[in-house]
């Protein structure tokens, strides 16, 4: 009889550790989907102060063009094309998000839409997008991303 109470017990705790991790994932989902929010608006603003506190000091850029960039080449690209008169980022958006979590570690993966005009000219970019954050030091961090551009 002790046994069976035993198990029960066993049962209901285990219930309620499943519950709380799945409560746990949700909000880390949340968490990470406003963080890729912030990432577009900070970008779309050339906000590199915004784009800094995101991205991990040895975070790896993959660009749509295959180049890599380390943080300090970003955040200088960033703040070269938002005080350029002839580039202008205008609208970047998700059209699709799905991010899946890894115990300290999540991965936003989708597509997203950039509308802008450069040298004059305007247009709208489609790219598939992959990136991995990692909870660092009790706050979500950018330690990865990569772009392609979806050409259909």
Request: glycine share 8%.
């Amino acid at each position: 009889m002790k046994l069976a109470g035993l198990l029960i017990v066993a049962t209901c705790a285990t219930g309620l550790l499943v519950s709380a991790q799945e409560g746990s994932e949700s909000s880390t989902k949340s968490k990470i989907v406003a963080l890729e929010q912030a990432w577009n608006q900070a970008y779309k603003s050339a906000d590199t102060k915004a784009l800094d506190g995101l991205l991990d000091n040895a975070v790896v850029l993959v660009n749509d063009d295959g180049t890599v960039q380390t943080k300090a080449e970003f955040l200088a690209s960033v703040k070269s094309a938002g005080s350029q008169s002839g580039s202008q980022e205008q609208q970047v958006v998700p059209e699709s998000m799905t991010v899946r979590v890894f115990g300290n570690t999540a991965i936003a993966s989708g597509v997203f839409r950039a509308k802008g005009v450069e040298n004059g000219k305007a247009y709208t970019r489609r790219e598939r997008f992959i990136d991995t954050w990692v909870l660092k030091d009790g706050r979500w961090i950018c330690v990865a991303t990569d772009a392609t551009p979806i050409l259909h």
